[in-house]
């Protein structure tokens, strides 16, 4: 069951209605703006991420003034299993700090959407197209698919849709393919049109290319 990473492992000494009460708040979170965001806590390997480059995050999250004491939470993914724990409570004359996402904690946010995106699509690829008869592996299957769709962002392509697409070409095309045709890169470095629009463009010279 754990290959299917299917959650994290709680443990504590405070009732299910202590713990319930602590963990809701994370559920729906505010960054500096007051711009709000769900915050999928529950996942291990985005927690995990958080744990490893935030470094902070640990005491930001498990600090409480229930008096449940120490807190464990078990993650178990693929990749690892880590266990972290921290004597949170506070006094209870003393207010628990509202947990706001700072800039640290809202780029793991983003390279996990970029990374979960990246590995949507070699999963729809592979029940697609017969991929595993390549000599690649999944690994680089998925970090061919990652730097393309940084890429194709920084030249305006914003759209999911438009993202899988361009990855797909990606791996059939080759790496930064777009750079082998002066017509399909002069299509890319347009800064005057929208992105659908540049995406129609695009998809018209890559049909000229490989009729």
Known sequence: MWDKEPGIYMRSRGSLEDMWKHF???????????????????????????????????ERFLVNRIRFGEVQILLISNESTKLISAASSLPSNILAPTFILGEADKRVFRDW????????ILEKLKRTFPLTATSKSDDAYLSIIQKSLHRMREYGFTQKLQQERLATWEIFYGVEFEKSDVSLLDICRKTDVSSGDKFVLFSKRISEIYP
């Open 24 to 58: 809701r708040k994370f559920t729906k979170v505010q960054d500096e703006t007051g711009k709000w965001f769900y915050f999928r806590f529950w996942e291990a390997r985005p927690l995990y991420d958080y744990l490893r480059r935030v470094r902070d995050f640990a």
């Open 113 to 120: 959407a970029f990374e979960n995106r990246a590995y949507a």
